[in-house]
């Protein structure tokens, strides 16, 4: 199974709404990762998980929170947005220092 | 800084024809690299990788890259274009120890029939 899902595949949400999207790999990866992609853009980094552990944050605003309850599954759990914050959201995973990462389909955030 | 080029922005073929993606990056040590490729709304698939040793490396979908450490260069070829190839290609590259990958700003192809 090379296999990343994501859910839901679209999400519209107000700005005062509490979301969260879903991340599954059952590749045995112990790396996770969530990206952010506007249109015509490359992937910006948000999270890096190594081990079940946040090891990278680049900057994020607080109203993205994530979390990784396991090794199998990333959650990014979403909070009074704005609008800018519309965006494909990508999740990734990766053996450790390998830099192979295998990505999800994304979820297409609108926040309205 | 690290960073990756991608010189083209925009580049279109016509279905049949051959192609080569730019790719040019800058780092004290050769990183790994990689092409993905994107198609619309779509999340990134690996086309190929190159870590070390032979410097022409074979992907998926009929791909090839070549590793030229004197241009600082990870080209991108494809003998003969199909039209499901149009898509968003990015070239990346490893950096450091903590697995963060480095992005091109990516090159739209579009085949023409």
């Known amino acids: 199974d090379t296999e990343v899902t994501q859910t839901p595949k679209h999400l519209v949400m107000g700005m005062t709404n509490k979301k969260s999207l879903k991340c599954e790999q059952h590749?045995?990866?112990?790396?996770m990762y969530w990206y952010k992609q506007k249109a015509k853009k490359p992937p910006e980094l948000m999270f890096v998980?190594?081990?079940?552990?946040?090891?990278i944050n680049e900057s994020v605003p607080s109203r993205f929170s994530p979390e990784c309850p396991n090794s199998s599954l990333l959650n990014l759990h979403l909070h009074a947005l704005q609008p800018e914050d519309s965006a494909l959201y990508l999740c990734?995973?990766?053996?450790?220092?390998?830099?192979?990462?295998?990505f999800g389909p994304g979820t297409r955030l609108t926040v309205t | 800084a690290q960073s990756v080029t991608q010189p083209d922005i925009h580049i279109t073929v016509s279905e049949g024809a051959s192609l080569e993606l730019r790719c040019n990056y800058s780092y004290g040590a050769t990183p790994y690299l990689f092409w993905y490729v994107q198609s619309p709304g779509q999340g990134l698939q690996l086309l190929l990788k190159?870590?070390?040793?032979?410097?022409l490396v074979q992907g998926i979908k009929g791909f090839e890259a070549e590793f030229k450490r004197s241009q600082s260069s990870f080209n991108l070829r494809k003998p003969s274009v199909h039209w499901s190839d149009a898509a968003e290609y990015f070239c990346a590259a490893l950096t450091g120890t903590a697995s963060k990958l480095t992005f091109g700003t990516g090159t739209r192809l579009q085949v023409t029939l």
């Open positions: 590749m045995g990866h112990r790396a």
């Open positions: 998980y190594s081990y079940e552990k946040l090891s």
């Open positions: 990734a995973s990766s053996q450790l220092g390998t830099g192979e990462q295998y």
């Open positions: 190159y870590f070390s040793g032979d410097t």
